[in-house]
């Protein structure tokens, strides 16, 4: 048994929509149901005396699995269907419930009035453990059978959001076990067009959530699956950077050997000795080999935990270099996106450091679609407006300075007598 809660704002593509042609209505209860237009002219007229509300349709889908087909008679449907709503607290209000014969796991519909009999509004937020709770209630009581795993669902009859979910859950599982950091998850996500959004603890800029979106349609990590709550993935991060030592040591231990081999054979020759060289460091945390070549070719990383010069709070936030390479900007979000500044829509790494006062290459939308490369800069940090030009004005800078340093000198006269 699976249910899921939808907040709709139609009556009448709800409604059409459950109402198709293997339909079987069940029950109906404050509605006319000699028609599928009375159904939606009787929610309508209830609706309608809490206009303010955006959505008051409530879509509750219920699916059963075929190992309880032979249950599944209609009066079982209905108690399973009345239980439901009143454990998560959707009573005195308008409802049918309807069956579905279109597919081999039977399932129904419940179609409910969030604005009830006496006009006060069925709140269904935060309802998702809820719903989890209320279902394994039921299956236990009834010795229904549970499911077998997200793997077994076929995601070609699914729709949205279900759809969007599934999609969601496959791309994480496929890329996981190959990410350390919450960055390395967020970019290997690009290529399936997820987007991720990371929640903040106000004081300490810590990670404490996680939310995906595909499609425009959204789910917190926990609501895919509990696996892919932050603290979970965290869990995994921590793992495969364990994973990603042994076989470091285990690829350090057999170069050992393979030197040692190769000093035996080469005995005469002089081996120059290796420098170990720490990796860079940036307020306080010691950067991944892999972190730290990403950041070097100007690519974008995101560092946890690390120590705020001024206050000594630790904070979180993606990090990355100006053009020179010779500085370090860091950004709440994600730098590689884009934001309106002066004319152009540009990215936020590009804003911010016009903002501390670099000479950057700007990556800016331009018409038609594609992208444009101008230089953009301030003559002083406190300037309103950058300045511009399409190419590289330190070279000209550069060029002057060099004209400055040529002594033309001068010839002395002889005085005359």
């Known amino acids: 048994m699976i249910a899921k809660n939808i907040k ?4 009448k593509g709800c409604v059409n929509y459950v109402m198709n042609d293997t339909a079987e209505l069940l029950e109906a209860d404050g509605v006319w149901a000699d028609s599928t237009k009375d159904m939606i002219r009787s929610f309508a007229m209830q609706r309608s005396g809490r206009k303010e509300i955006k959505q ?12 309880d087909k032979h249950r599944m008679t209609n ?4 108690q399973l269907a009345k239980e439901y709503m009143q454990e998560m607290g959707i009573k005195n209000t308008q409802y049918v419930i309807v069956r579905h014969h279109n597919t081999d796991n039977d399932h129904l519909h419940i179609v ?3 604005i009830d009999n006496d006009l006060k509004l069925i709140s269904v937020n935060h309802d998702y453990k809820r719903n989890i709770k209320t279902c394994k209630r039921l299956k236990d009581k009834y010795n229904l059978t549970y499911g077998k795993g997200k793997e077994n669902v076929k995601r070609e009859k699914l729709d949205n959001p279900d759809k969007v979910r599934y999609y969601i859950h496959d791309a994480i599982k496929a890329v996981l076990p190959t990410c350390k950091h919450p960055a390395d998850l967020r970019f290997a996500l690009q290529k399936f067009n997820i987007e991720i959004d990371y929640k903040f603890k106000r004081t300490t800029r810590e990670i404490e959530g996680v939310s995906f979106r595909y499609d425009n349609i959204a789910f917190k990590g926990s609501e895919i699956d509990r696996k892919f709550s932050f603290g979970n993935l965290k869990k995994e991060f921590e793992k495969n950077i364990e994973e990603a030592k042994k076989r470091g040591r285990e690829e350090f231990l057999r170069e050992q050997a393979e030197q040692k081999a190769k000093k035996e054979v080469q005995k005469k020759t002089e081996i120059q ?6 990796n860079l460091v940036i307020l306080g945390v010691e950067l991944s080999a892999e972190q730290e070549k990403i950041l ?6 995101f560092v946890e935990n690390m120590i705020h010069p001024n206050d000594n709070t630790k904070f979180s ?10 500085n370090i900007s860091f950004s709440n979000k994600n730098p590689a996106e884009f934001v309106k500044y002066g004319k152009y829509e540009m990215r936020i790494r590009d804003k911010i450091l016009i903002e501390k006062g670099f000479v950057t290459k700007a990556k800016v939308k331009w018409y038609g679609g594609g992208f444009a490369y101008p230089y953009l800069w301030k ?6 407006e950058y300045m511009e030009n399409w190419g590289d004005p330190r070279v000209k800078k550069e060029k002057k300075e060099e004209k400055k340093q040529i002594i033309i000198p001068k010839i002395n006269k002889k005085p005359k007598l």
């Open 8 to 11: 709709g704002k139609s009556f």
């Open 56 to 67: 008051p349709v409530g879509h509750i889908p219920i699916s059963f699995s075929p190992e």
């Open 75 to 78: 009066d079982f449907m209905v």
């Open 112 to 114: 409910y009035n969030r």
């Open 273 to 278: 000795p290796i420098s170990v060289k720490r």
């Open 296 to 301: 070097r070719e100007g690519g974008i990383i």
């Open 317 to 326: 936030a993606y990090a990355f270099t100006n053009d020179d390479k010779n």
């Open 379 to 384: 003559e002083k940090k406190s300037d309103v």
